[in-house]
């Protein structure tokens, strides 16, 4: 494959796949830059369909980069293209986007509320439910949840679900939008490295409320400990370079208090927990090791840093 | 015994035999862009039809890929899904269980398809039959030229259609014939006017052959509700097995 051919593979993979959406902005900006200078150099040579989908990305990563004048003269090819008046899902979902980055939110709200076939339009209007305020997302969750009953497969939605249960702190309930995604793709690892991280906010929330030093309320927390360590186990078993995951399965380990009542319990004769605890020194060693090999030097210093912290 | 060399007159060249070549180039062009006119856009599937079959989509994902759940979140979600793939709740549209079933060819939504094909299959047969009766008509029992290399006998009647000689070399070709080649020659030609290969495949394809039929749903169809019932009977028997289960010990000796 010739070096044009290559770039063009990886913009048409970039626009399909939306990654860009979690890029950085200088990520964003070297993205534009380049597919700039692509679509001068090469956009004779390209066939319809890829020019018009780079187009489209061109757009998105000019509104992203603050290049409002550029992505309004990408919109308009696409328009001129595809027809103003077509009843093209994606070419509405991209002029309400460019509305709504304008300022003209009424109008970008009208565009995409007609009809209630218009699936990919009625995903691009439940954010408008999301509030700057992210403590106030009742309204955004009830939504999201209305869209998700219509929706059931949406992964893009469980996720954002997810997110939103996560940051108003109902655990359980992003753990069940996460585990939702995995039913349905059960090797991506980030969204374990996900599940694990909520059981642990979720543990790290009851321990904070835990007032009594009872054996049963302990076995519930450890449970919540052990959930929160497999699935961050199963993360790096699906992928073994994983440093985030390794860091929590290493953090799981260092619990010192925690830990300290655990053992107690332990001596007590409890099977279960002394199994636990056998594993945790284990574990600890094994993700120090693998944190170390995978981050650099003063990387890894920060890490630990932060832990102790 | 060798037949003698016809003479052919060169004006037969200039005036049947391009004619007919220019003539089908020009009128397979214009029943592409016709047929593409014709064409309906694309129609957006109801939601609740969507929802229905995402619904089951979901259900089969969790039969698939329970092993990512703990017991207790498996036996939760089992629970509701079959209590929801029992109810109606979201079938797309609830049916009458003691309604006849009724005849696929008059069910509208079945028309639509129908009424498709049968404009593909006008927009096929029609100017085919026009330019064949056009060039029976004019160009009956015309031998308008001869190949430039030698043929065996098995392409007589290929070549030959429609002129009754026998004895004729084989070389020489009828005015019908030269039609028949063109129908299934011109594919190249297509793809360099149209700028498209594919497109040109397409436009050939037609005319050579009647397109399948589409399923129109109808009495094909397996109903929501089975599907739904049998999804849920799968579920209920379903076994767990966790992919935590011995994970720790998995990863250690990974690592080991």
Known sequence: MSDTSIALNNFLLLGSSGAFANFEPEQLLSNHDKLEQFLLSNGDSLSTLELYSLYELQFYLALLTKHDIEAKAMLDRLVDQFGANAKSQRLKLLQSIYLEAIGKRDEALALVNKSPNELKLARRLVTFGRKADSNDNEDYISTLTYYLDLQPTDLVTWSELGHEYSKIGHYDKAIYCFKEILLQDALIYPIFYKVGLNYYYNFLQEEKNLKTERKDKLLELLNILINSRNNYLRAVEIFDDYTKAWVGIYIITQLGSFNDKLKKLGDGGIKEVKEYLEYNEKLSKLSDKRIQELAQPEEYAKILNDIKK | ?256
């Not at chain 2, 049968?118 to 056009?134: E, F, H, R, S, V």
């Not at chain 2, 098995?154 to 030959?160: E, I, P, R, S, T």
């Not at chain 2, 037609?206 to 109903?223: D, E, Y």
Request: with cysteine; hydrophobic share 40%.
């Open chain 2, 1 to 256: 015994m060798s037949t003698p060399d016809l003479l052919l007159d060169p004006q037969l060249k200039y005036w049947v035999l391009l004619p007919i070549s220019f003539v089908m180039v020009l009128v397979g062009l214009l029943r592409s862009n016709i047929t593409y006119l014709l064409q309906p856009g694309p129609k957006l599937e109801e939601y609740k039809a969507i929802r229905e079959k995402q619904f089951l989509r979901r259900a089969a994902c969790f039969r698939q890929n329970n092993g990512v759940l703990t017991t207790e979140e498996f036996e939760n979600r089992r629970q509701y899904l079959i209590e929801k793939l029992n109810s109606t709740e979201f079938y797309a549209k609830v049916e009458d269980p003691n309604a006849e079933s009724t005849n696929p060819l008059s069910d509208p939504s079945t028309n639509d398809a129908l009424m498709n094909m049968a404009k593909g299959n006008m927009m096929n047969y029609i100017p085919q039959t026009l330019i064949m009766a056009w060039v029976n008509y004019f160009f009956a029992g015309f031998v308008i030229m001869k190949l430039p290399f030698p043929l065996t006998d098995g392409f007589k009647q290929m070549l030959q259609t429609g002129i009754e000689t026998p004895n004729l070399n084989v070389r020489y070709v009828s005015s019908i014939s030269w039609y028949f080649v063109n129908l299934f020659g011109l594919r190249p030609i297509y793809s360099l006017l149209m700028g498209d290969a594919n497109a040109a495949a397409e436009l050939v394809n037609q005319q050579q052959q009647q397109q399948p039929l589409p399923n129109i749903g109808g009495p094909g169809g397996p109903k929501a509700s089975k599907l739904f019932q049998a999804e849920a009977e799968n579920i209920q028997i379903l076994t767990h097995k966790s992919i935590f289960d011995g994970i720790v010990d998995r990863v250690l000796d990974q690592h080991a």
